[in-house]
């Protein structure tokens, strides 16, 4: 009851009506804006501890958005939480349950290897992903967010290259993650966007054009890419 009073308290219609135009999916929409959400997760989480996962439903977008951030907010080990994770992303049917979920769950010590495993876990499900393209959007975030560094640039690479033959949602990720490599690894990144799709590559174009992190010459060079191809 406390929940969902907070709920009806802190909606809004006018929010309401721009998500509904920005976000589809099959969770009713109530209108809370996503700060709001993050604040209210941590409350929850102090009050109540992981237990307060029991008292959201699957009623609502913005409750489902809340379970997400609660498991991120989580303070435990990875291998605590690995299926409350799994849980959280097997609900998960527009882009921004997932893109709100992956830029929260930070990973350090032991638990940043421990990603990275996970990770590989999720890539290896080829029959998951294809059935839950949103779960290999999540595998692109969490590796944009976190793993786009000289340990682990070349696999996140290997793994971009291959992403040809997929769903809307998974080729947009996956050009929002080269564009954020390419502010670092330009000359890799372009070394694996010539061998992309013209879908992928149309995408590519369009978040490196739009970036304030990359060179008006570089900027030029994806142009010229993207006429020959």
């Not at 721009?18 to 993050?38: A, N, Y």
């Not at 769950?105 to 080829?126: I, R, T």
């Not at 502010?183 to 054009?209: A, C, H, P, S």
């Amino acid at each position: 009851m406390k929940i969902k009073k907070w709920i009806e308290n802190n909606s809004e219609e006018n929010y309401k009506e721009f998500s509904e135009k920005l976000v589809k999916t099959k969770f009713d929409i109530v209108g809370i804006r996503v700060g709001k959400l993050r604040k209210y997760a941590k409350e929850l989480l102090l009050e109540y501890g992981i237990e307060a996962l029991s008292m959201l439903s699957d009623n609502t977008y913005e409750e489902v958005m809340l379970q997400g951030f609660i498991v991120a907010y989580y303070n435990t080990s990875l291998e605590g939480k690995k299926k409350l994770i799994n849980n959280y992303l097997h609900k998960c049917d527009c882009w921004s349950l997932i893109d709100g979920f992956a830029s929260t769950l930070k990973l350090k010590g032991k638990d940043y290897d421990s990603g990275w495993k996970m990770l590989e876990d999720y890539k290896n499900n080829q029959l998951l992903l294809q059935q839950n393209p949103y779960i290999e959007r999540f595998v692109l975030c969490l590796s944009m967010n976190l793993y786009l560094n000289d340990q682990y640039i070349n696999d996140v690479l290997k793994y971009c290259e291959n992403l040809t033959n997929r769903d809307y949602t998974v080729k947009m990720a996956n050009a929002w993650l080269l564009a954020t490599a390419a502010i670092k690894y330009f000359d890799e990144v372009i070394n694996v966007i010539i061998k992309m799709d013209e879908e992928t590559l149309r995408y590519f174009k369009g978040k490196i054009r739009d970036s304030y992190r990359i060179s008006k010459d570089k900027k030029e060079r994806v142009k010229k890419i993207c006429l020959k191809k």
